[in-house]
């Protein structure tokens, strides 16, 4: 039986072994990789940075172990989407708001740290800039 801190480990070693996956994947589709596990300010962190030609592409990585209780891109919700848009708008402003095209990208893994195989799905533009934080 697990306690409480062996099912956070396993949470966590779960998600960072799903950005791995996510992240070998967009490198095989052509991205590059500008940034893992972004921290902006003390509470906001976008999971992977990433450039698909000339678009700047925040991606959510969602990671399950099962299918269980659905997709995990349906733990994208109106919050997470919201708190990916303040993150990427004060990534932008740290960059001098430049005026380059972006957009919010999900990867969905489903299986675990010991799955050869896992089920690897990527959404491109899966959600739209939350109008709160519209840029000019």
Excluded: C
Aim: charged fraction near 30%.
């Amino acid at each position: 039986m697990s306690n409480r801190n062996g099912d956070i480990a396993d949470h966590l070693a779960t998600g960072e072994w799903g950005e791995k996956v996510a992240e070998r994947l967009l490198k095989k589709l052509g991205y590059r990789i500008l940034g893992r596990r972004v921290r902006i300010g003390i509470r906001d962190e976008i999971d992977l940075v990433a450039r698909d030609g000339k678009v700047l592409v925040f991606v959510e990585v969602k990671t399950r172990k099962a299918e269980d209780y659905g997709r995990p891109a349906t733990a994208v919700d109106k919050e997470k989407r919201h708190v990916l848009s303040r993150a990427a708008v004060r990534y932008l402003k740290s960059l001098g708001n430049p005026h380059v095209p972006f957009r919010f990208d999900v990867v969905e893994v489903v299986g675990s740290v010991d799955d050869p195989n896992p089920v690897v799905r990527h959404i491109q533009s899966a959600f739209n800039l939350d109008r709160m934080y519209m840029l000019p």
